[in-house]
């Protein structure tokens, strides 16, 4: 069995005119959310082996806040470019790539890309995984190279604004 945590990046900082997507940063909100969420996903007992994050800065910084929080080490840490701003089938070939060593893998990315994603995955339907929202599944396999085909199962989603 592995577990895979979908999370879309903290709330990133559109104020700052003439500076490239790939580099906003985090706004306030998204400073604040990152580590509320990272402790109510630890709180839930949720594992967390390696994370494999879109590089842009916003995804970026919100990877970090949740390796901190579970103490990954750096070299449990990817980017991988093909997760910014991705297409949904761009998760398949990062995701049938992990090490089959790690059976619990976090993927940092963007909308509309992991909402699209998260979709495919199973039967639950979301309209949107708003920012720094978690969408979590459990894959019958014991190989990451199964992923596509492989049965899964709906976890839980939860995101900053929910009651939980």
Known sequence: MKTLILVRH???????????????PLNERGKKDAPVMAKRLKNKSVVIDAI?????????KTAKVFA??????????FFKDELYLPEAVSFFSVIE??????????????NNGITDFANLLTDTRIDNI????VFAVKIHSK?????RTAKKD?????YPKSSQ
């Open 68 to 77: 901190e929080e579970f103490g990954i080490k750096k070299g449990n840490i």
């Open 52 to 60: 494999i994050a879109s590089p842009a800065k916003r995804a970026a």
């Open 10 to 24: 903290a709330k990133s900082d559109w104020g700052l005119a003439g500076l490239d997507d790939f580099d906003r």
């Open 97 to 110: 790539n992990v090490d089959d060593t790690l059976s619990n893998i976090a993927v940092f990315s963007h």
């Open 130 to 133: 708003p920012t720094c929202g």
């Open 143 to 147: 190989t990451w190279k199964e992923f």
């Open 154 to 158: 709906f976890w839980f989603f939860d």
